[in-house]
């Protein structure tokens, strides 16, 4: 799986719990090389408002591996709630 800008799958509605997750991240320059993206079963996108195209290398990297992990994640009672 990697990200790219021309990516057709919003990266929320993918399934991660199919199986282990190759996750390919492009550079901020550049993103990710066409030979890397076209090696990839699917290409998501992390949807935008405003005037930006694209978040920075390492906040869109944490966004990522935090929704592939979330399903690991189990909802905590809080004792001050």
Known sequence: MG???KGSVDYRTVDYK???????????QQGLP????ESCDTLVRI???G???SLNLAV?????????????LPLEE????
């Open 3 to 5: 990200t790219h800008l």
């Open 18 to 28: 199919k199986g282990p997750v190759l996750l390919l991240m492009g550079n901020e």
């Open 34 to 37: 066409d030979q890397l993206a």
């Open 47 to 49: 949807p935008q408002a």
């Open 51 to 53: 005037r930006a195209d």
């Open 60 to 72: 869109a990297t944490g966004v990522m591996l935090y929704e592939i992990r979330r399903e690991a």
């Open 78 to 81: 809080r004792a001050d709630a």
